[in-house]
């Protein structure tokens, strides 16, 4: 049912196909777990086809290894009138040692639209819960707004104007 599920989890092994030249797991590969498991708890949290609008701040922090167990975890931190902002994070474990890392993470804007050729539709309303959500969804603002103002450079620099 949409507006229930805030939060999702992809969990797999890196596999031997994921490999780019130095045997790490290869950074587009990470982007498209990023993307599947952002457009997955879009769809949960709106019940509708969803696209990516923007990606945000992408760091990646460690490298994952082939045979890590690889979780993808996208949660809300904010929503608009048509717009989902997640906080997607990588997590990669060794899974002969006890410890979780993180390899990747970012905030990713999705739209709800009214069908796949269609226009942005609303969607349920998200609340923080508790003081960490609250921060997060600060940031999400903040990333918004610095991303508003991005557009305006550019439509500056190539002499668009309202
Ligand atoms: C994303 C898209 C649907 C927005 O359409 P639009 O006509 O600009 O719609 P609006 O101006 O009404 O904006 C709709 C929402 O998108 C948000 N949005 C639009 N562009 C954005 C951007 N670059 N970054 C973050 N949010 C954005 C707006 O803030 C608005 O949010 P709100 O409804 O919560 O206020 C449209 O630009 C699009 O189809 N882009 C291509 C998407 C795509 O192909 N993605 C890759 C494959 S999934």
């Known amino acids: 049912m949409s507006g229930q599920q805030h939060e999702l ?3 797999f092994l890196a596999q031997p ?4 030249f130095g045997g790490k797991v290869h ?7 990023i993307d599947q498991a952002g457009y997955a708890c879009a769809v949960a949290w709106s019940g509708a086809y969803c696209v990516t ?27 608009g009138t048509s717009s989902m902002h ?14 979780e890392r993180l390899a990747t993470s970012c905030v ?17 309303h998200w609340e923080p819960r508790d003081d960490s ?8 603002r903040q990333l918004l707004e610095l991303s508003k103002g991005m557009e305006r450079l550019v439509d500056m620099r190539d002499g668009r104007s309202d």
């Open 9 to 11: 989890t992809f969990r």
């Open 108 to 124: 990713m804007v999705l739209v709800a639209l009214d069908s796949p050729d269609g226009k942005p539709t609303p969607v349920p």
């Open 27 to 33: 950074g587009g590969m990470a982007m498209k777990w």
């Open 53 to 79: 609008a923007s990606v945000s701040g992408i760091q990646f922090v460690a490298p994952i290894l082939i045979g890590d167990l690889v979780s993808v975890r996208a949660r809300l931190i904010h929503t």
């Open 133 to 140: 959500e609250r921060r997060l969804q600060a940031q999400a």
């Open 86 to 99: 997640l906080a997607v994070e990588v997590l990669a474990r060794d899974l002969r040692k006890d410890e």
């Open 17 to 20: 196909t994921d490999v780019n």
